[in-house]
């Protein structure tokens, strides 16, 4: 696979920048039961070569074990990617950035006003909310009854040459490893 490749080297050239390599060993960090889990499900799932016979049905398959390795190696290009994404984007921009890519589903009802809004005031809340001290400890804790702003305003930006020439690379290297 030359595209996997090539988005392997594109990852491993990322994780250069402190930034990016801080971001992504957090997302990874924040994943690893994911990725455990996935990986188990091919082993143990996907009929094949039985990798230790003697165990019998114990035993994960060779075949289930290579795909399952596969999507996870899959996971990390992504996690890679989105890290980069994170590391040089302020939260506005990505949230008007999504705001911006989600208009053609306009046109099958979705209310991207609303997605944006819900999804600006859920960042909000979560950098802003308290750290409990165990997970069953948030669950219970009542809400503050100023828990959120009253209102939320998206900042626009204006479209520039290079927006489009980044869509532009993006479409013709999807359709490069499509081809």
């Known amino acids: 696979m030359p595209q996997f490749a090539f988005l392997a080297v594109a990852t491993a050239t ?30 143990y799932s996907l009929p094949g070569a039985l990798l230790w016979p003697p165990l019998g049905w114990a035993s994960p398959s060779l075949e289930g074990l290579e795909q399952g390795v596969w999507r996870v190696a899959r ?19 990505l949230i008007f950035g999504l705001y911006v890519l989600a208009r053609p589903l306009a046109w099958l009802g979705f209310d ?6 819900r999804l600006g005031l859920t960042l909000d809340y979560v950098e802003h909310a308290a750290k409990p001290v165990r997970w069953l400890d948030a669950l219970r804790a009542p809400l503050a009854d100023d828990a959120g ?4 305003s998206l900042h626009t930006e204006s479209w ?9 690379a993006g479409l013709l290297g999807v359709w490069f490893v499509l081809v």
């Open 149 to 152: 702003p009253a209102s939320y």
């Open 160 to 168: 520039q040459g290079r927006d489009s020439a980044v869509i532009l």
């Open 14 to 43: 990322a994780f250069l920048f402190y930034p990016i390599r801080s971001e992504a060993w957090r997302l990874l960090r924040r994943t690893r039961w994911l990725m455990a889990v996935l990986l188990l499900t091919y082993a």
């Open 75 to 93: 996971l990390v290009l992504l996690l890679a990617g989105l890290s980069a994404l994170l590391a040089y984007t302020t939260r506005p921009r």
């Open 112 to 117: 991207r006003r609303a997605f944006a809004v």
